[in-house]
């Protein structure tokens, strides 16, 4: 809810638009910290992008000697599922990226999501996507909602001005 309170104002002053990746446990709830169906359903038709991190935010990562076969068993509802979900519930278009829960990824994660038919997916790890620099399935992300980050540290991530001060976030 302090995306759509805080960030959706602001963004909207400075004519950008954000990608936000949602829980559908937390969607679907009562909890009033979390953003609902009808406030997701206003973020894509002001022309944001609402994509996905998954039904439960369960990892995708695998459990210690886990299978792929086992953790597409636990997790194929809360990745392929999910995609659905979002096209029905929020009336999106096709949701084509995915968030893992955690930024926790391996192998069998980044083959999950693929399988799953998403086309990109982002960590946790902090950064820049470059063209040709990563793989689309392990892709860095700015986690602005991150614990101790602080608003100078935010604003060189937005700015770029980071890339030029060696160890800043």
């Given at each position: 809810m302090?995306?759509?309170?805080?960030?959706?104002?602001?963004?909207?002053?400075?004519g950008f638009t954000a990608t936000f990746f949602i829980v559908k446990k937390w969607a679907e709830s009562a909890d009033p910290a979390f953003?609902?169906?009808?406030?997701?359903?206003?973020?894509?038709?002001?022309g944001?992008?609402?994509?996905?991190?998954?039904?439960?935010?369960?990892?995708?990562s695998r459990k210690h000697s886990e299978s792929y076969d086992t953790l597409k068993a636990r997790a194929w509802d809360a990745t392929f599922g999910m995609r659905g979900w979002m096209s029905d519930a929020l009336k999106t278009r096709t949701v084509v990226a995915l968030a893992y829960p955690g930024g926790r990824f391996d192998d069998f994660a980044m083959r999950l999501a693929r399988e799953a038919g998403y086309?990109?997916?982002?960590?946790?790890?902090?950064?820049?996507?470059?063209?040709?620099g990563q793989s689309q399935f392990a892709l860095p992300r700015w986690n602005v909602g991150a614990?101790?980050?602080q608003q100078s540290?935010?604003?060189?991530?937005?700015?770029g001005a980071e890339r030029y001060r060696p160890g800043a976030l």
């Open positions: 302090n995306q759509l309170t805080y960030g959706v104002p602001l963004l909207k002053k400075y953003m609902h169906v009808a406030q997701l359903r206003e973020l894509v038709a002001d944001h992008d609402v994509e996905s991190h998954t039904a439960n935010h369960w990892l995708l086309e990109l997916a982002f960590t946790t790890k902090p950064g820049y996507v470059t063209v040709g614990r101790g980050l540290s935010f604003v060189a991530a937005v700015t």
